[in-house]
């Protein structure tokens, strides 16, 4: 069984300072690794991925990640936060098939505060 | 390029009433999931389409849960009779196989949230 922690519910940060937002994950073989951003009222929107090769990797709005296999972790990243990127962020991870499913965490609330 | 189309946004039934929830996805795309998300947690796959196939549908609730992908297409989530425990919103998602492997992220429709009373 594969599964997604996300141990913290809530993330506060003050706007242009960074921001981490926690993922563990639990899989039997090689994980494909996800970070998704929702906001109120809309569906999930992808941001990045990690596929194979560097572990760091960056995605959409300045955001990044870094892969850890020893840690089995893929933290959120971005150096400097935004008001804007307050919203909920969901980890998911799939497993290294064709047609492997992706199990999400709970989500995580960040709030940025100007 | 269009995105993932869901209908309808809401619904309000009573308990043991039937519903049903329709998904267009993106073009060309072959895998197509429902997921249902309940108030403060993720997503929780329901089924997962290849084309016309099942590949997944562990978490499917039978006895009250169908879906179907018609022509590989459309699919339409019905629930019968509902209980108060499926007020969700229901997420229909959809990704592309490259080269035939599955290696993409998923692009999500806005969802229809259900209300059950």
């Known amino acids: 069984a594969q599964s997604v922690a996300q141990p913290e519910d809530q993330v506060n940060v003050a706007e242009g300072n960074p921001l981490t937002v926690k993922c563990t994950y639990s899989?039997?073989?090689?994980?494909?690794l996800f970070w998704y951003v929702q906001y109120p009222n809309r569906g999930l929107q992808f941001l990045l991925k990690?596929?194979?090769?560097?572990?760091l990797v960056k995605g959409s709005y300045g955001f990044e990640a870094e892969f850890n296999k020893s840690q089995t972790s893929f933290h959120l990243k971005k150096p400097s936060a935004l008001v804007s990127d307050s919203a909920l962020y969901f980890c998911?991870?799939?497993?290294?098939?064709?047609?492997?499913?992706?199990?999400f965490g709970d989500g995580t609330t960040l709030t940025v505060k100007p | 390029e269009a995105g993932v189309a869901q209908s309808p946004r809401y619904k309000i039934i009573e308990k043991r009433q039937s519903v049903a929830f329709w998904c267009n996805p993106i073009?060309?795309?072959?895998?197509l999931y429902w997921y249902q998300q309940i108030l403060g947690q993720g997503p929780k796959l329901l089924i997962q389409?290849?084309?016309?196939?099942?590949?997944?549908d562990s978490q499917l609730p039978k006895d009250r849960f169908s879906a179907e992908r018609l022509k590989g297409v459309d699919s339409t989530l019905k629930i019968q009779p509902a209980k108060l425990e499926d007020s969700a919103v229901y997420l229909c998602?959809?990704?592309?196989?490259?080269?035939?492997?599955?290696?993409?992220?998923?692009?999500f429709g806005e969802g229809s949230r259900l209300t059950v009373l």
């Open positions: 990690y596929i194979t090769g560097d572990n």
């Open positions: 998602a959809s990704s592309q196989l490259g080269g035939g492997w599955n290696t993409g992220e998923l692009f």
């Open positions: 389409f290849q084309n016309n196939g099942v590949v997944d």
């Open positions: 899989v039997s073989g090689n994980p494909y």
């Open positions: 073009s060309g795309h072959a895998t």
């Open positions: 998911a991870v799939r497993l290294y098939t064709n047609a492997g499913k992706s199990t």
